[in-house]
Every structure is written in C-alpha cells, then in structure tokens.
C-alpha cells in the first residue's frame, strides 16, 4: 500500500506554562495550579518554564517540582516537566545553562532525543557552584524586591500603567511604543516591545542606579501619561 511507510505516531499534548510569565509578570498562585494540574488528563505532559521561580517563590507561586515529588497526596501523578535556569536570578546567563526535572521514564525519553553535547563542562561546574551559592540568589532577589517598588511607585507618580510583577521585569503601558523605543535607545535605555501586547514595554529591573537611570530617561524624553 501507498501509505505502508508511514508511522502512525500516538497522538501526544503538551501544554507550556511560563510561571511566572514572560512578559506579563503575571504568576499563578499554588491553589490555581494545583487545581489545574490536577485536572490534566493522564497522558498529557505538562512543562512548567519557571525561568523567574526564585524571584516569585516568596509570593505564593508553586514550586514545580512539587508535582514530581509528589508531597500532595491529594494530586494524582502526573506527566509534568519543570525547567528552570541559572540565567535569571543565579546572574549566569553568558554560560547558557539550565535544567529539567521530570520523573525518570520522562527523562529517558528525553536521554534519546536530546544533543550529546547540549552544555559544556565549565557551564556545568559553575551552575553547581551557584547552585550552593544561595546567599547570593536571596541577595539578586531582595534586590530585584526594592527595585520593584521603587518601580511601583515611579510609574505611579507619572500616572503611567503597569502590570504588577512576579518576575525581573515590569511590563508598562505606552501610546506610541515605537516612538518610545527609539527615544529611550537614543538615551542608552535599551527596554523590549513586550510580545503579544502591542501598546506595552517591558523592563528589567536593574540595580538601583539603572534604575534611576531609566525613570530619567524617561522624563528626558517627556513620557508620561499625565
Ligand atoms: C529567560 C527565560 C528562559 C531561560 O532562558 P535561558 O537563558 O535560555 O536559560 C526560559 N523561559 C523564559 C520565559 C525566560 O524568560
């Protein structure tokens, strides 16, 4: 038969969380996700990207790996895989390293498709290094912390909307995004059309100074919505 060669693939879902989410800095709290997870069908895989989890895990977000270790008896196993980097609040991004949780008949799946040399050996000694570094992880997030009210309260005084966050960045309203972009660019304040919102702006929080730095360039530019 003419379709003889075709390999029938059982038919597999995966549903993507980005949690906290890139660019909203929206998060679902535990009770959300546990109701959620616990409603996912058996045989559809769940990937959890907590890329922003250190930043978001005093605030109530579940931590994903949770799910795979099972501590709520009340939450069926489930297919779920948990991704988090050493890019955000571990300050590691140049290195290019992360890494997945899931249980092991997951992970072997993963063992066969995965590249052979998909991080290199010096990324790996320094993530473990950070890994046991947790006294700078507290410092990057009490930090991000005070620059997040600081931000709160700048955008409010100018009357310009923002998203609350859970992450390292602030999501914030804008008429003309384009022309801001460009503006702020010009200043040396490189901020990112936040992807899928078209009127928004998204920000990272910085130290103190780049802080400072980015509400002036602000009002250089004459932006706000008073
Ligand atoms: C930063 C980020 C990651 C991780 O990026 P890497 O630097 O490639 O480790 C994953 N997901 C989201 C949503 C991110 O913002």
Do not use: W
């Not at 597999?12 to 989410?21: E, G, L, T």
């Amino acid at each position: 038969m003419e379709d003889s060669h075709v390999i029938a693939y059982p038919e597999r879902q995966v549903i993507f969380i980005d949690n906290p989410c890139n660019p909203t800095g929206f998060a679902n709290k535990r009770e959300e996700m546990n109701e959620f997870i616990k409603n996912v069908p058996d045989d559809v895989l769940v990937v959890l990207d907590e890329a922003y989890f250190e930043y978001a895990k005093p605030h109530g977000v579940p931590d994903g790996i949770d799910y795979i270790r099972r501590i709520n008896p009340e939450i069926p196993e489930k297919n779920v895989v948990v991704l988090r980097t050493f890019s955000k609040a571990y300050g590691l991004a140049g290195l290019r390293i992360g890494y997945g949780v899931a249980r092991g008949e997951i992970i072997q799946i993963l063992e066969k498709v995965r590249q052979p040399f998909n991080t290199n050996t010096l990324a790996q000694i320094a993530a473990l290094e950070a890994l046991k570094d947790q006294q700078f992880v507290q410092f990057s997030v009490d930090e991000n912390e005070k620059g997040k009210q600081f931000f709160y309260e700048e955008f409010e005084r100018r009357n310009i909307r923002f998203v609350p966050t859970y992450g390292n960045f602030i999501m914030f309203y804008v008429q003309n995004r384009e022309d801001v972009y460009q503006k702020l660019l010009h200043q040396g304040v490189i901020v990112r059309p936040a992807f899928g919102f078209k009127d928004y702006l998204r920000v990272s929080i910085g130290t103190e100074e780049e802080n400072i730095r980015f509400f002036e360039a602000l009002d250089r530019i004459g932006y706000s919505c008073k």
